[in-house]
């Protein structure tokens, strides 16, 4: 198995006590491969979806980590901690016997659409060339720039007592970097008596379902079998569906080989993917007006 390569995108499960680079590691060994790229971090304690990029799909990870996600969370009420989940220092209780069900759904769907978001100091975002955690971790707090974030919908909200503790679960879809720690936060606090994510889960990203994925120990098992390890990889053009298909002719290979532009009479304007003649996806072109310019190139 030392010779085999894949390439595509390989439909991971993070198990918790996993950060997202302990996954690519780990693949690593398994698969025998250096090429390797995970599309979007997930928090050591959090589960799910993590699309994997293997060989030439490594050229595909900013395009899938730009894409919206979809978690399932629970936030807990009325604490707060520094790390903005209850994995962290607890710092604040507050009591939460006040508040209705209805008064948890009204703030939780507040923060539907765009607002400007504070990450939170224990984040791998960077100020000033060094990441907030590492400066957490030296017991600062710093001041922190807000970023927009979107979050297209949030739906699905149970909200529960449990053991004396004010509890709400529900589903996000967001845009790139929004925290969820500090949406519960930020969720919390609107409530005026603060909020902590006590749990996490991805259940879509890149247009892949959390019942679509395998965890590592699968992934491992299934090396005895290079057809079935196959068989888990998505391949890159799938992920351009919405793309219209051209193969190229004789002539035209030469100039996509080299990513050069390239012009075919009666083609309509818009994406294609553009394959060679022998069948090998090559790249991803924009035409206008007959003209191919090249939008994200795919062979070695």
């Known amino acids: 198995m030392g010779g085999v390569s894949f390439t595509g995108v ?63 969370c629970t936030m807990r009420l009325g604490v707060t901690t520094d790390t903005e989940d209850m994995t962290g220092e607890i710092t604040g209780r507050t009591d939460t016997s006040h508040l209705t069900a209805d008064d948890v759904k009204a ?36 001041e922190r720039r807000p970023s927009r ?12 007592e449990r053991e004396g503790v004010l509890r709400a679960d529900y589903t996000v879809e967001c845009s790139k970097g929004t925290y969820i720690r500090s949406l519960c936060r930020d969720t919390g606090e609107k409530l005026g008596v603060g909020g902590a994510m006590e749990k996490l889960e991805r259940i879509r990203a890149c247009g892949i379902e959390a019942a679509d994925c395998v965890t590592l120990d699968v992934i491992e098992e299934m090396m005895g079998d290079e057809r079935g390890i196959e068989g888990l990889v998505i391949p890159i053009e799938r992920f ?25 009479k009666g083609l309509a304007d818009g994406m294609y993917k553009v394959y060679l003649p022998d069948g090998t996806f090559a790249a991803v072109y924009e035409t206008e007006n007959g003209e191919a310019k090249l939008c994200r190139y795919f062979l070695e």
Do not use: W
């Open 10 to 72: 390989l439909p991971v499960y993070k198990e918790s006590g996993y950060t997202s680079n302990d996954v690519v590691a780990r693949l690593r060994g398994i698969l025998h491969m250096k090429k390797i790229g995970h599309t979007g971090t997930l928090d050591p304690e959090a589960t799910g979806v993590l699309p994997v990029c293997l060989g030439r799909a490594t050229k595909l990870v900013g395009y899938l980590t730009d894409s919206d996600k979809v978690y399932r």
């Open 107 to 142: 703030a939780i769907l507040s923060f539907t659409g765009e607002y400007d978001q504070i990450p939170p100091m224990y984040s791998a975002k960077k100020v000033n060339g060094r990441k907030l955690y590492e400066i957490a971790r030296e017991g600062a707090v710093i």
């Open 149 to 160: 974030v979107y979050i297209r919908g949030i739906s699905d909200i149970s909200v529960y």
């Open 240 to 264: 351009y569906s919405d793309c219209g298909s051209i193969t190229a002719g004789e002539d035209e290979e030469r100039l996509i080989r080299n990513g050069n532009r390239f012009r075919r």
